[in-house]
T-cell receptor, first 112, second 112 residues
Framework: AQKVTQAQTEISVVEKEDVTLDCVYETRDTTYYLFWYKQPPSGELVFLIRRNSFDEQNEISGRYSWNFQKSTSSFNFTITASQVVDSAVYFCALRRNNDMRFGAGTRLTVKP | DTAVSQTPKYLVTQMGNDKSIKCEQNLGHDTMYWYKQDSKKFLKIMFSYNNKELIINETVPNRFSPKSPDKAHLNLHINSLELGDSAVYFC???????????FGQGTRLTVV
């Protein structure tokens, strides 16, 4: 069975602080895909990144970076120099074929 | 040019009623999903369809019946609505086997 764990329910930081959102996954498959989504207060789900199980390269996109480590089954997400607009619920997800499972989400609040 | 569109956006109804939520995607994707997001923001997969064929039915009560008339549409019909059905329902679509899912804007269902 597939499972995604986001142990941090809520995180609160002050603007310009760096913050890391943790994601740990479980799967017996060798081929799978990992994702991060953002859900701002407006409610829509916004895709941020996709990673396949064969690509452990870390990725950076502006202030966002992702650290994928198969050895620890983790796919962590770091926001550098956080901004108030980063306040949202962030979801990590694991997909194999037609089955896409989400973690419980981490609510990030960035205070000015 | 909405990629995944759901209607209605809001639905308020009384217990015991039957209601439907429609979903259409214009992305040419072959896989469509329904997710339920509860008040704690937990996103739970309900159904997954691939080319109009039901692939995942995640222990959802029989009162929920998805219908996929064609690859671009996946509607959700709910019979005998209960208070506990109140939630935000998201439709999504993706390509097999590895791409991200694109989500509709969600339908907030309130059962009173």
């Amino acid at each position: 069975a597939q499972k995604v764990t986001q142990a941090q329910t809520e995180i609160s930081v002050v603007e310009k602080e760096d913050v890391t959102l943790d994601c740990v996954y479980e799967t017996r498959d060798t081929t799978y895909y990992l994702f991060w989504y953002k859900q701002p207060p407006s409610g829509e789900l916004v895709f941020l990144i996709r990673r396949n199980s064969f690509d452990e390269q870390n990725e950076i996109s502006g202030r966002y970076s992702w650290n994928f480590q198969k050895s620890t089954s983790s796919f962590n997400f770091t926001i550098t120099a956080s901004q108030v607009v980063d306040s949202a619920v962030y979801f990590c997800a694991l997909r194999r074929n037609n089955d896409m499972r989400f973690g419980a989400g981490t609510r990030l609040t960035v205070k000015p | 040019d909405t990629a995944v569109s759901q209607t209605p956006k809001y639905l308020v109804t009384q217990m015991g009623n039957d209601k439907s939520i429609k979903c259409e995607q214009n992305l040419g994707h072959d896989t469509m999903y329904w997710y339920k997001q509860d008040s704690k923001k937990f996103l739970k997969i309900m159904f997954s369809y691939n080319n109009k064929e039901l692939i995942i039915n995640e222990t959802v009560p029989n009162r929920f019946s998805p219908k996929s008339p064609d690859k671009a549409h996946l509607n959700l019909h709910i019979n005998s609505l209960e208070l506990g059905d109140s939630a935000v329902y998201f439709c999504a679509s993706s390509h097999l086997p590895n791409t991200e899912a694109f989500f509709g804007q969600g339908t907030r269902l309130t059962v009173v």
